[in-house]
Structures are given as structure tokens and as C-alpha cells.
């Protein structure tokens, strides 16, 4: 295939969503509320990792960077997932606290948009994620030193089979370098999928006195 038929092949790729629609009447004031909906619905479709979502970041002088994430906890204090602080997103958030989220469930035609600004989670709830973790996912978290470069593959796994005699039988602490950020959202965005390409798009916005209001977009 050369590039001007790929090309037109992508240009030709379209769906028409039809499934459902999504009215101010239907939303719940609550955009949490709303997405705890949403994020059910998602779970009883057995979705494949439904709270799998992307997070986008960015330097301080506005260079971008976004990556695949996993969602781990919610409620209205905001969306909590866990990282090395150490990783190209944590020194991000660090220098530059804000975030967006993007939550794509394609096979319900929805997806979730999420701006804020972005916290450390405590100790203790980082302690207790971590202790929550399979054994080799919380000794994974000692062997990687996220985004940095690593030599080789067998650097890597070396290092974990040095971990796994070091503490076999015993508790693995959680790294000082390890835990979990939550993103407090100023905006939640709810885009529901429609035939021609009139999307469904409310958008809440946190006031001042942290109500929020609903608008619609135009698709």
C-alpha cells in the first residue's frame, strides 16, 4: 500500500454513533455522580480495563506529554493513580501541577475529558495501595527507575531476581520515590457518540463556591 491510498484509506475510515443520547435532563448535577454512573455501565459491558485512561501533562514552558495510565480510586475529592514520582510525569506534575484525563469507551460511544490540578495523595493512602499490589508488582515498583535509560532487558530483570531473594517471605515496603497523585478537577467533560457527527457534549465547570455548571457544546 503506498501512501496516497493509505492516505485515502484513512480519510475514508467514519462510524456513525447511534447507540444513546445524553440531555441535560438525564445528567446528574453531580458530575462525579454522573461518572460513577457512567464508569458502571462501563464495568457491567465488560469493557477491557475500563479505567484505563490517558494522562497528558506538560513542562513548564507548555511542551506536552501524554501516556496510558491506570485509574485506581474516585470519589469527589478528584481520580487517584499511582507512579513513580521520579517518572518523566511525576518530575511533570511536580514542576507544572496540572493535568488532563481522557477516559475512551469506544464500545459505548462515551468519553470522559478531565482537567485540574494535581496533588500528592498521603502516605498512609499510598502505603495501603501499595501494600494491596501482587508481590511482584510492588517489587517491579523497586527494579524500574521509570523513564530513565537502561541499558539492556537482562539489566532489568536481573535487578528484580536480586529483589526477589532479598525480601522473599518478608514485607515489601513501599519505595520513598512511590505513590499515588489525584487529580482535582476545575472541568469534567461527558461526550456521548451520535449519528452525524452531532455529538452529545456536556461540560461541567467547578464555581467558585464549588457548585458546578452544566453546559453544552457545540460537537
Known amino acids: 500500500m503506498n501512501q496516497k491510498t493509505m492516505t485515502r484509506t484513512l480519510a475514508d475510515l467514519r462510524k456513525d454513533y447511534t447507540l444513546q443520547g445524553l440531555s441535560e435532563t438525564d445528567a446528574n ?7 460513577q454512573i457512567w464508569f458502571q455501565q462501563a464495568l457491567a459491558a465488560q469493557l477491557p480495563e475500563p479505567n484505563a485512561m490517558t494522562i497528558a501533562t506538560a513542562t513548564p514552558d507548555g511542551k506536552p506529554t501524554a501516556r496510558m495510565v491506570l485509574l485506581k480510586d474516585f470519589d469527589e475529592r478528584g481520580f487517584v493513580f499511582f507512579t513513580n514520582y521520579n517518572s518523566q510525569k511525576g518530575q511533570q506534575i511536580a514542576k507544572n501541577p496540572q493535568a488532563a484525563l481522557v477516559f475512551w469507551w469506544a464500545e459505548l460511544e462515551r468519553q ?4 485540574g490540578h494535581v496533588e500528592k495523595v498521603s502516605e498512609q493512602e499510598s502505603d495501603e495501595y501499595f501494600q494491596s499490589r501482587p508481590f511482584d508488582s510492588r517489587l517491579g515498583a523497586w527494579a524500574s527507575h521509570q523513564s530513565e535509560v537502561i541499558g539492556s532487558r537482562e539489566e ?3 535487578r528484580f531476581q536480586q529483589l526477589q531473594a532479598k525480601y522473599n517471605n518478608q ?9 499515588g497523585f489525584r487529580v482535582i478537577p476545575t472541568e ?15 461540560l461541567y465547570t467547578r464555581l467558585q463556591d464549588g457548585s458546578w455548571k452544566i ?4 460537537p
Open 29 to 35: 448535577p453531580n458530575p462525579f455522580i454522573q461518572f
Open 112 to 115: 470522559v475529558r478531565i482537567t
Open 156 to 158: 532489568l530483570e536481573q
Open 171 to 179: 514485607e515489601v515496603p513501599r519505595p520513598p520515590y512511590w505513590g
Open 188 to 202: 469534567i467533560e461527558f461526550w456521548q457518540g451520535r449519528p452525524s457527527r452531532l455529538h452529545d457534549r456536556l
Open 215 to 218: 453546559q453544552r457544546l457545540s
